[in-house]
């Protein structure tokens, strides 16, 4: 049985309504404790609240109710985003639990009788919006070195935690331990943080000043500094969240997953704190970048802020989950923006993994009678080869290497997972289903390819579960699949060949839609549809025949009057290109329309022609036409079409426009 694993995210102030950085960090979490889960590991996933302190209680001030009944209040609207955004935590800690705050009192208490708490008289500079005292050499025209904002001179008598003790302990545990501070950039920040001397820490606050906190249990005057208060939770939770007390099995934790801003509270305090306490210190502490929007702060007064909630309804939890992962390496600051959102979600989540799903169900559908085909050995080739290798590495070994604690590549496992997709969709181009499909000859190499393309989908759902959850189990579900992934995986289904021969697939809604670009959401920046035309994958659109209206003005012999006249500059604004036909169907209720998938090379489209009258879907399959590429995406019958296929034929379609000789898909025309 491999190591028990707990993973925490930090517990989030409840003086603000969740945002895309809490989103982003417990995502992670979750990708996390569900592929450890997955692998076989007993995990423990911890997140929650952190109810205490000074911004709390001027929140609640503010909003006129006791500080407790705010807490309650606000509280639901992390535990419902969890929810949608489908985070798998095992425990939900507040640090308002009774039994949370009995840890911390007897924590402070332990260090208390060790003589490593004090009490002293301080002046300082104390900024309240980092509820932290600073040095005159760290404070800089009156500014807090950290937030900017103004601090005030503070005199106050207060417990000290005896930190300065610890200094020589932690450099050495940081030299000797490469994975407890994670990325390497974050360690070196903390190793040259440490070359100072390093203070004692003040643990109390007077009541006097701030009362919504933990009383101390030497010194009723006094609550608990909330950073104390708030980093006991990572031990307290596992006295009283599992069904039965969890600390021997769970601690020390496995990572603790933070933003850059709270690495050194982490690092440092937390650090020490446990030395204190003569507990181990948490395996790795990783710490994440932060997200801008449009290449700006997010806050508030900006009004700028991404709301999860907002992305959820608009585009769906798993292609959120995606995109925060696959678009920024984990430690690194990114940027949020919706063109490259939904760029995303066309380009790999519908053009990639939707499409190859859609296609190889609904081959097997056309060609296999809805079930998976036997495959025969003897056809195989070294495409099949191919495939076997990606799919198996990709489990054994790229997606273990991509995501150990001391990595979270989580952007290069799903760079690593999307290649796989590629090479599916390519396998399924190269060997042309439907030409073999034509040939009786080529029946056991058909049922091979068949099978070959359905297990690559087996095994991506696998690969995809952690990040995306909801289109792992779309994709078991349509293909037929007998997995459990609230299970650990068992060993055999990890090699290539799992898929029964003979499963029933089930052909359901496309898992993702192409999204057309919009300007709806939130926050004041979003791009004009205008920018959002510059990327290709918004070119994209619509018809056959049908659209192309006005007509120009004819004159008699349809020869066109020097009016009507257009330069060559005018004509190549038109893009064209020979477009492979790899599958066809009538738009139900329609005579005239056909719904084709293209293959245009570089990229696969999705276009509504109306040439229904005149073929047979199954006739088109194979075809190579001539697509307009850079038409606007247009709507017909509720269908989205990318592009419009030529033909000859003005009310009529008389034929399409084919080529004499075989042409690549892709390959311009002119
Ligand atoms: N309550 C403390 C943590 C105590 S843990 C023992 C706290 N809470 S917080 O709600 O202010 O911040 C929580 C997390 O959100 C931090 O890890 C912070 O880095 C993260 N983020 C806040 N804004 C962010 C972005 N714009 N981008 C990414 N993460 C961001 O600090």
């Known amino acids: 049985m491999p190591d028990p694993f707990y993973i925490t995210t930090p517990i989030y102030y409840v003086n603000d309504v969740p945002h895309i950085g809490h989103a982003y960090t417990t995502i992670a979490a979750d990708v996390m404790a569900r592929y450890r889960r997955l692998t076989g590991n007993d995990t423990f996933f911890l997140t929650g609240l952190d109810e205490h302190g000074q911004k709390v209680q001027q929140a609640a001030i503010k909003a006129g109710i006791d500080p407790q009944i705010y807490c309650d209040r606000v509280t639901p609207q992390f535990r419902n985003l969890w929810e949608k955004l489908h985070i798998s935590h095992d425990g939900f800690i507040r640090t308002t639990d009774a039994r949370h705050k009995a840890v911390v009192q007897r924590a402070l208490q332990n260090l208390s009788n060790k003589d490593l708490i004090y009490r002293a008289e301080y002046t300082g500079w104390y900024c309240t919006f980092d509820e932290r005292f600073w040095t005159e050499k760290d404070v800089e025209n009156g500014l807090c070195p950290d937030c900017k904002r ?10 000290f935690f005896r930190m300065s003790q610890f200094q020589d302990r932690l450099k050495e545990h940081i030299q000797q331990h490469k994975d407890f501070l994670r990325p390497e950039t974050r360690r070196n920040e903390v190793i040259g943080f440490l070359q ?67 690495l050194t509270t982490h690092a440092v305090y937390w650090s020490t704190i446990l030395m204190g306490l003569e507990l181990p210190l948490p395996r790795t502490i990783f710490a994440h970048g932060w997200w801008t929007v449009d290449g700006e702060k997010m806050s508030k007064s900006r009004g700028n802020v991404v709301d999860p909630y907002v992305m959820v309804e608009e585009f769906g939890a798993d292609a959120f989950r995606y995109f925060l992962l696959r678009e920024v390496p984990f430690g690194q600051d990114g940027d949020f923006a919706r063109e490259p959102f939904i760029g995303r979600i066309n380009s790999d989540l519908a053009n990639g993994l939707g499409n190859l799903l859609s296609r190889t169900l609904t081959l097997i559908h056309r060609f296999s009678n809805g079930r998976v085909p036997e495959p025969q050995d003897s056809t195989t080739t070294g495409l099949e080869t191919e495939l076997k290798r990606t799919a198996e590495s990709l489990i054994r070994e790229k997606l273990p290497h991509h995501l150990h604690s001391g990595r979270l590549e989580f952007n290069r496992a799903l760079e690593s997972i999307w290649g796989l997709v590629q090479l599916g969709n390519q396998y399924i181009d190269k060997t042309a289903p439907w030409v073999l499909a034509k040939q009786p000859d080529q029946k056991p190499r058909l ?7 359905a297990e690559t989908l087996r095994c991506l759902s696998i690969s995809i579960y952690a990040f995306m959850p909801t289109t792992a189990e779309e994709i078991k579900q349509q293909l037929g699949l007998t997995l459990n992934f609230t299970k650990p995986i068992l060993e055999g289904e990890f090699n290539w060949g799992g898929l029964l021969p003979d499963t029933q697939v089930t052909k359901g809604q496309p898992i993702f839609p192409r999204i057309e670009a919009t300007t709806k959401s939130q926050g004041k920046n979003q791009p004009s549809p205008d920018h959002l035309g510059s990327s290709p994958s918004y070119q994209s659109q619509a018809t056959a025949s049908s659209q192309m209206k006005p007509e120009p003005t004819q004159r008699p012999g349809n020869t066109p009057g020097s009016d009507d006249l257009i330069t060559i500059q005018e004509f190549e604004k038109i893009q064209l290109k020979a477009g492979k036909v790899l599958s066809a169907e009538r738009v139900p209720k329609s005579e005239k329309l056909v719904k084709l998938q293209v293959d245009l090379g570089r990229e696969q489209r999705q276009i509504v022609a109306g040439i229904g009258k005149k073929y047979k879907p199954e006739n088109l399959v194979g075809q190579t036409v001539v697509v307009v590429t850079n038409l606007k ?10 592009g419009m296929v030529l033909a000859a034929g003005d009310e009529e379609v008389k034929s399409l426009a084919t080529f004499l000789e075989e042409v690549d898909p892709g390959t311009k025309v002119k």
């Open 447 to 453: 049922d091979t390819v068949l099978y070959h393309s």
């Open 196 to 262: 100072k001397p390093l203070e004692d820490l003040s643990i109390s606050r007077p009541k006097s000043r701030l009362s919504w906190g933990i009383e101390l249990p030497f010194d009723s005057d006094y609550v608990t500094y909330v950073w104390f208060d708030a980093l006991v939770n990572y031990i307290s939770a596992l006295e009283y969240l599992p069904s039965v007390p969890a600390f021997e099995r769970y601690w020390p934790a496995s990572i603790h997953l933070v933003g850059k801003d709270i």
């Open 150 to 159: 103004p601090v005030e001179q503070l005199s106050e008598s207060n417990y």
């Open 633 to 642: 995406p247009a709507k017909l019958m509720g269908i989205e079409s990318q």
